[in-house]
């Protein structure tokens, strides 16, 4: 479910402010109760009510090795998506579960 619009939030920021009631501005905008109780508590305690973040909280195993990346792609521009995952495995010591599976069991 996408976060509801900067702009419908500030409008029903607004209708409380108004002294709006919390059923009456759900209805008038469309949405739940819990939503407007929810945005108005926020405004109240920090003075804003914006969306949180969705996705994008976990960093990439790589991006510590970004340029030793860049340099391989650069010196060897057809080095292939296995040979880059057995460099990863080898050089740097950086595994996934993917490239574990596509490793094979250890002996």
């Given at each position: 479910?996408?976060p509801?619009?900067?702009?419908l939030?500030?409008r029903?920021?607004?209708a409380?402010?108004?002294?709006?009631?919390?059923?009456?501005?759900?209805?008038r905008?469309?949405?739940s109760?819990?939503?407007?109780?929810?945005?108005?508590?926020?405004h109240?305690?920090?003075?804003?009510?914006?969306?949180?973040q969705?996705?994008?909280?976990?960093?990439?195993?790589?991006?510590?090795?970004?340029r030793?990346?860049?340099?391989?792609?650069?010196t060897?521009?057809?080095?292939?998506?296995?040979?880059?995952?057995?460099?990863?495995r080898?050089?740097?010591?950086?595994?996934t579960?993917a490239?574990?599976a596509?490793a094979?069991?250890?002996p």
């Amino acid at each position: 479910m996408r976060p509801l619009s900067q702009d419908l939030r500030q409008r029903i920021i607004a209708a409380r402010d108004c002294g709006e009631g919390t059923g009456v501005v759900s209805q008038r905008f469309g949405v739940s109760r819990k939503s407007v109780e929810r945005f108005w508590k926020e405004h109240c305690q920090t003075g804003q009510c914006l969306p949180k973040q969705i996705g994008s909280y976990r960093q990439s195993r790589l991006a510590p090795h970004d340029r030793q990346l860049q340099r391989w792609i650069e010196t060897q521009p057809d080095v292939s998506l296995a040979e880059l995952q057995a460099r990863c495995r080898k050089r740097l010591a950086v595994t996934t579960v993917a490239s574990l599976a596509a490793a094979g069991p250890e002996p």
